[in-house]
Structures are given as C-alpha cells and as structure tokens.
C-alpha cells in the first residue's frame, strides 16, 4: 500500500510544472520573465568571438572562452547552407591563442559570403587580425584594441629558435592585418612597439576613432551601421551573381 | 603568498580533471549547446553557440533552461 502510494507521489512529481512555476524560476535563473517568441528563419547570422580564444591547450570551464572547435565548423556550416545571405561578427576579446586566432580569422576571410566585424567592449592582441579579416570592420566609440607584439607563455623551449619561431610567427600576423586592412606595415609595427602607452610593456592600446585613423578598421559605429553594410553588402553580391547566371 | 610570474595562471594551478567533464557540448533541436549536467538528470545550458540570433529569442534555449538528457542528439 504504502509502496502504492510513493509511485503515485512520484508520477504526480513528473507533471509538467504549472505556469506560474516556471514563471518563478524565469525569474530566479534569468532576472525576467518573458522573451519574446519568434521562429523565424533568418538570412543574416551572427557569430560572436567572446572572452579569451582558446587554443591548443583547454582553459578551466570557469573561463569564457571562443574554441576554435566551434567556431570553424560553424563558420563551415554558414558556408555552405544557402539560406544564409551573410554573416556578422562580434568581438569582444582578450586575445589568446595566436595559431587559434589566425585561423578563424583566414576562416573569415575566405568566406565567400559577405562578412561584416564589428568590435565591441575589445578586440585585443588576437582579436585584431579577427577584426580585419571581414569585408568591412567597425568599432564602437570605446572600444579598445591592444596591438603587441606576441608573448611567450613558456611553452616554446629553446633560445635561439624561439626568438626565430616567434618572430615568425609575429610576421605571420603583421602579413595578415597589413593585406586585410588599410594600415601600413610601418605603421602597424610602429604601434606594436611602441614604449610608453602600456605601462611597463610594449604595444599600443589604440581607442575606437583611433583604430580608424590608422586604418585598421573601417569606421565607427554600432550595430545599426553593421547591418545596413551588411545588407548592402548583401544586395551587391546578389547583383554580382545574378551578371555572372545572365 | 604571492606569485609573480609571467606563465598563465592555468598552467601552473593545474584544474583538477573533473572540471573539465562537467561540461560537454550536444544538439538539441539541431541547435548546439555547452551544457552541463545536475543532479536531477538534467542538462543545463551553459552557453548557446548558436549563429541564428533568433535562436537567442526563444526561451527555451536560453542560459538556465534545463531539458531531460533524453531529449539531446548528436
């Protein structure tokens, strides 16, 4: 009988919550109670590069991370799905990886649908050859990138050939944001070492307006400018491929 | 104490293996997800690694919602 019971208590536990529960817990886990609902197929994705890019070897999951395991099987996924017309880019990163980086961001560059980047909070180190790598890049008024030169974390043993290897390494990314920006070798090398505007370290933090005086990135704004690029972007490469089908 | 060093912080306090398993990535709904598992046998979302920003619209796939394991394909 009494075994009777507890399976019933049991089965009564396994119904759905009531509304007004998961009201509740909306609020407890999320702070609101309501998102609006829309199922709609978009022809615009977005893709967002957040925290620090993770590279070969795997941060604590206390981290916020971009890994490279991701993002590239989505940026494959956005490819190759044609109900996507184009594909924008947040960015708001430390930096990390440099071999990770690189590689979203030739990802990027080769895709051969419209991209549009645009730096939030900070597109620092790593995330500047990201933020080059679209069709058009934009920064927002505070927003922050830091340009230096690339860091040794102990993991390349060897001195003689790491200063080589890192060297190369480092002309790798200055090739990178020299060929997919309006910035010039000397100039973009003057910033990575320059003394002075990071306390006690080399590099330059170079703000929003900044970044597009130097060439960097194309203009500032926000999201608004973004995605009417974006879509103009869209609509140019439309025109484009219909010409070639006539 | 105090550690000056220039190595990051996760190479030299190692984190401990188990963290590293709590999360995991799956499909739900064809959408992925980082995910991690409590103690009723649930997945929690963690993170939607979505593209489709109006995937971020729906409650269902917000940060917190939770859904039986059942539900998860590869």
Not at chain 1, 226 to 245: C, F, W, Y
Not at chain 2, 3 to 21: S, V
Request: glycine share 6%.
């Amino acid at each position: 009988m009494e075994k009777e019971r507890y399976i019933a208590s049991e089965s009564e536990e396994k119904q759905e919550p009531s509304k007004e529960e998961q009201v509740t817990t909306m609020i407890q886990q999320l702070g609101q109670t309501n998102i609006p609902q829309l199922t709609q197929d978009t022809n615009i994705h977005c893709l967002t590069i957040v925290g620090q890019i993770e590279g070969h070897i795997q941060l604590p999951p206390q981290n916020k991370a971009t890994k490279y395991e991701h993002v590239i099987p989505q940026i494959v996924a956005i490819e190759q799905n044609p109900n996507i017309e184009g594909l924008l880019v947040i960015l708001n990163t430390v930096g990390g990886d440099v071999e990770a980086g690189l590689a979203i961001a030739e990802m990027l560059a080769s895709l051969s649908k419209p991209t549009v980047s645009i730096v939030l909070g900070g597109g620092h180190s790593i995330g500047v050859p990201i933020a080059v790598s679209c069709d058009y890049s934009f920064i927002t008024e505070t927003a922050t990138m830091t340009i230096h030169p690339i860091r040794l974390t102990g993991l390349v043993i060897g001195v003689p050939q790491t200063f080589e290897y890192l060297d190369k390494m480092q002309e790798r990314v200055v090739r990178f944001v020299t060929k997919h920006s309006k910035i010039t070798e000397e100039k973009f090398k003057e910033l990575m070492f320059s003394k002075g505007n990071l306390t006690r370290d080399i590099g330059t933090n170079v703000v929003g307006p900044d970044a597009v005086q130097y060439g960097l990135i194309d203009e500032v704004g926000g999201v608004a400018q973004a995605m009417q690029k974006l879509r103009e972007l869209i609509d140019l490469n439309e025109t484009k491929g219909e010409k070639i089908v006539q | 104490m105090i550690l000056y060093t220039i190595m990051p912080e996760h190479l030299i306090f190692q984190t401990d293996m188990d963290e590293y398993t709590k999360q995991k990535i799956v499909y739900y709904d064809g959408i992925p997800f980082i995910v991690q598992e409590t103690e009723t046998k649930e997945y929690e979302i963690v993170r939607n690694l979505s593209t489709n920003p109006f995937h971020f619209l729906e409650q269902k796939y917000a940060p917190g919602v939770r859904f039986p394991l059942s539900v998860v394909t590869s």
